[in-house]
């Protein structure tokens, strides 16, 4: 007799397989990573077709197999329907997406992944534009935290002194190193080739970088909010920046970018999506 289980699930990648079937790897709360085949769900009107597009949430029956597990039932219980409206909020979400496939694990529960990853969809998909790529950090700096490994931005990594951002300073400099695990204040003077001596050339970060990187260690930020606030970001006391401008933002999704993909050690095949629509969007 056939084993099935029930699992509810998210769809974070789904791949052809076959004439008309897909395979889909869905992150669970109990269960972690499950990879099933969704069998003809590329017909026309398929029962399964619109369940097993991206960031849906089913209720899913699934039949265990020798090589696949197979779904035959599904469930939905939520979609994200703002995200596929807006290219900018659809490359995010899939950014987002594949560094969760990059952390989670299976046969093993991941509730809190699970959770998170879904508080920063429901975010994305009320980001007004100008505000994604906040939404986009802010999102992958929680998903590092969650998983132990988010970079120090608070404290610098070798003395443990508290950073605090001179905004009104405009050589405040302080250095980024991916090595020792976030910032790194400035000690020594680069040469005159803008080097340190004995290192390669560091990464550094103005008051404006550090002050957006230490809002994202934050539940909330004021500049993910929902569309028509872009009024409160003028009020945040704690950035006292005039404008968050996408370059900024970008340039602190570039960091943070290098330092997942140093630590994974893999490609986020997405980000070069968000490098195309964020230059055109």
């Not at 696949?68 to 290219?87: C, I, M, N, W, Y």
């Not at 694990?105 to 790529?133: G, I, K």
């Not at 906040?134 to 992958?140: D, K, S």
Request: charged letters at 20%; glycine letters at 6%.
């Amino acid at each position: 007799m056939s084993q099935t289980y029930k699992a509810t699930g998210i769809n974070l990648k789904a791949v052809p397989l076959g004439e008309t079937d897909r395979l889909l790897t869905l992150l669970t709360p109990d269960l972690g990573l499950v990879r099933v085949v969704a069998p003809g769900s590329r017909k026309h009107q398929s029962r399964l077709g619109g369940r097993s597009d991206l960031f849906v949430i089913n209720q899913c029956l699934v039949v265990k197999g020798k090589r696949l597990d197979k779904l035959v039932q599904a469930e939905t219980l939520r979609t994200f329907p703002g995200l596929s409206l807006h290219l900018g909020r659809l490359t995010a979400s899939q950014y987002l997406a594949e560094v969760v496939l990059l952390m989670a694990l299976s046969d093993c529960p991941q509730a809190d992944l699970f959770q998170v990853f879904v508080e920063h969809l429901e975010r994305l998909e009320t980001a007004a534009p100008n505000a994604l790529l906040a939404a986009l950090c802010h999102g992958l700096y929680h998903l590092l935290a969650l998983a132990g490994v988010a970079p120090e931005v608070h404290h610098c990594t070798h003395s443990r002194q508290v950073i605090v951002p001179d905004l009104l300073d405009p050589a405040w400099q302080v250095e980024f190193s991916a090595e020792s695990g976030g910032l790194v204040q400035v000690t020594q003077p680069p040469d005159a080739g803008g080097r340190r001596q004995g290192q390669n050339r560091p990464m550094m970060l103005t008051a404006t970088d550090v002050a957006l990187l230490q809002q994202l260690s934050k539940p909330e930020i004021l500049s993910t909010a929902a569309i028509g606030s872009s009024a409160g970001l003028a009020q945040s006391a704690e950035i006292a920046i005039a404008a968050k401008t996408q370059q900024l933002w970008s340039r602190v999704e570039r960091l943070l970018r290098e330092y997942t993909q140093a630590y994974f050690e893999r490609p986020i095949r997405s980000a070069t999506l968000v490098d195309v629509c964020f230059a055109t969007v």
